[in-house]
């Protein structure tokens, strides 16, 4: 089935610690993208890509860090630059050729050690 | 500042009751999306509104999107426990914004008891 796969679900980041989250989609959608889900927040956009190795920063792109060097994948790196980051991260996909409906993965919950 | 109002911010209603969740923006939308989303799970999308006046239904839930396309309103008839959940509108087309680039509301969280 197609969709969009995210993992881990559970992540645990020490101090001073790089740690990456994956997206990967099967939809051949040319957009992705990433937000963060904090309580009573909604969503933000962190980054986004519309088509592979061109991305663009949300409105809270600092401390994280992505790529996109295939169509399928669109990888987020939280950095030890992010001084808050325990949240829900979501991915998205769509066909980029909007307007259009974005579909997302499961989800990753970051927590801090 | 939010770009897109909802109210109410939570709901709590009987089972079999009917219930209206609004979606509001300063600014025409270009695109109005509805989603769901359980605790700890991705969103699941329900609807996509585009055209003033436009109005979607799948099942027991109900999209309209008003004429001047600002605002939106999902509504659910006789409700059930597998309604619960948060609900966001999302939208693109706000500020200018490329499209595909959706901007959401906060959510709101509704419960649905027997």
């Known amino acids: 089935d197609g969709g969009i796969t995210q993992s881990p679900k559970y992540l645990f980041r020490k101090e001073g610690q790089n740690v990456t989250l994956s997206c990967e989609q099967n939809?051949?959608?040319?957009?992705m993208y990433w937000y963060r889900q904090d309580p009573g927040q909604g969503l933000r956009l962190i980054y986004y890509s519309q088509i592979v190795n061109d991305f663009q920063k949300g409105d809270i792109a600092e401390g994280y860090s992505v790529s996109r060097e295939k169509k399928e994948s669109f990888p987020l790196t939280v950095t030890s630059a992010q001084k808050n980051p325990t949240a829900f991260y979501l991915c998205?996909?769509?066909?980029?050729?909007?307007?259009?409906?974005?579909?997302f993965g499961d989800g990753t919950r970051l927590s801090i050690l | 500042s939010q770009e897109l109002e909802q109210s109410p911010q939570s709901l709590i209603v009987q089972e079999g009751k009917n219930l209206t969740i609004n979606c509001t923006s300063s600014k025409t939308l270009y695109g109005l999306y509805w989603y769901k989303q359980k605790y700890g799970e991705g969103l699941i999308f329900l609807m996509m509104l585009q055209k003033g006046g436009e109005e979607k239904s799948h099942e027991k839930i109900t999209a309209k999107l008003d004429e001047k396309k600002q605002q939106s309103s999902l509504h659910i008839t006789a409700s059930q426990p597998s309604h619960a959940g948060i609900y966001l509108c999302?939208?693109?087309?706000?500020?200018?914004?490329?499209?595909?680039?959706?901007?959401f509301g906060r959510g709101t969280q509704l419960t649905v008891w027997p």
């Open positions: 998205a996909s769509s066909l980029g050729q909007g307007p259009q409906p974005q579909h």
């Open positions: 939809l051949n959608h040319d957009a």
């Open positions: 999302g939208a693109d087309g706000i500020r200018g914004s490329t499209l595909g680039r959706l901007y």
